[in-house]
C-alpha cells in the first residue's frame, strides 16, 4: 500500500495488519472476547494462560505488544513486567488488571509498563490504547528521519533516527513509553509542554487520559539521564504547567 495517497482509515487498518499480540490472562471468556475483536481489527493474536505460557509464546516467535494480566495462577504480572524489563526485553507492554487502585497503576508502570488498564476492558478503548502504543514504536504515514541528526544534551544523544539514547556513544535501555515521552519533550526542547499536550505527542490524540504514569515516567528518565534526579538540569518541572526539556542543562 503507498501510505502517502492512502486516507487515514485505511492507513490505520494496514498498520493492525502488520502487528502480532501476545494475550496473557487465565480468565478464559474475556481472552475470548479481546482475542476475536482485536483479530477482527486484523491484529494477530497468540494467547497464554499464565507466566510460564507467555515466556514460552515469547521463546517461540517475535511479538510487537504484550497485554499482560496482574493476576496470573503462577505469578504477578507487574513482577514479571520488572523481570521482562531487567533481561532487556523491550517489547511494549499493557498491563490488565482487576485491582484499579492508583498505587497498581504507578507501581507497574515503575517496573516498565507502558500502559496499564483496570478491568473490566472496554474492547473499544483497548483498541485504541494498542493503536497508540505502536503508532509509538512504528510511526505510520510519517516522513522518515533518515539522515536526521542526533539530538544531544550533556554527555546524551537521541537518535529519533534509530530509536535509542546513547551516552557516550552506549545505548541505554528505554521502553517504548519511556522513548515516546523524551522524544516528544526533544522535538520541542526549551518548550515547556503541559501533561495533556506531552500525552498527545507521545501517544497520540486517541488517548485521553493523562494521569499519573507522565509523572511516572519523567521521574524514570531523570533518574537515567540526571546525576540529581531532585535537582534536574536537563528534564525540568515549569510549575503550572508541565515539563521541558533544556538543552543545555542549566538550572532554572
Known amino acids: 500500500m503507498d501510505l502517502s495517497q492512502a486516507d487515514p482509515a485505511a492507513i490505520v487498518e494496514a498498520m493492525d495488519e502488520t502487528h502480532s499480540l501476545l494475550l496473557v490472562d487465565d480468565d478464559a471468556r474475556l481472552t475470548d472476547l479481546v482475542a476475536r475483536y482485536l483479530k477482527e481489527h486484523g ?17 517461540e516467535r517475535h511479538v510487537d505488544l504484550i497485554l499482560l494480566d496482574v493476576g496470573l495462577p503462577d505469578g504477578d504480572g507487574i513482577r514479571a513486567c520488572q523481570q ?6 523491550d517489547t511494549p507492554i499493557i498491563l490488565l488488571t482487576a485491582r484499579g487502585d492508583e498505587i497498581d497503576r504507578v507501581l507497574g508502570l515503575e517496573f516498565g509498563a507502558d500502559d496499564y488498564l483496570s478491568k473490566p476492558v472496554s474492547p473499544r478503548e483497548l483498541l485504541a490504547r494498542i493503536r497508540a502504543r505502536l ?21 546524551f544523544a537521541l537518535d529519533l533516527e534509530q530509536r535509542q539514547l546513547l551516552r557516550d556513544h552506549t545505548a541505554l ?11 516528544a519533550l526533544a522535538e520541542h526542547a526549551g518548550r515547556p509542554l503541559t501533561r495533556d ?56
Open 43 to 59: 491484529y494477530r493474536v497468540r494467547e497464554a494462560a499464565n507466566l510460564a505460557g507467555m515466556r514460552r509464546a515469547l521463546a
Open 197 to 252: 499536550h506531552l500525552m498527545n505527542l507521545a501517544r497520540g490524540e486517541d488517548y485521553s487520559s493523562a494521569d499519573r504514569s507522565i509523572d511516572v515516567m519523567v521521574s524514570r528518565l531523570r533518574k537515567l539521564i540526571e546525576d540529581d534526579s531532585r535537582h534536574p538540569r536537563f528534564l525540568q518541572t515549569v510549575w503550572g504547567v508541565g515539563y521541558v526539556l533544556v538543552l543545555s542543562g542549566t538550572p532554572r
Open 135 to 155: 503508532r509509538r514504536v512504528t510511526p505510520v504515514g510519517a516522513a522518515p528521519r533518515v539522515g536526521s541528526e542526533p539530538i544531544r544534551f550533556g554527555a
Open 84 to 89: 521482562l524489563r531487567t533481561e532487556g526485553v
Open 173 to 183: 535501555r528505554l521502553t517504548s513509553g519511556e522513548f515516546a515521552i523524551l522524544a
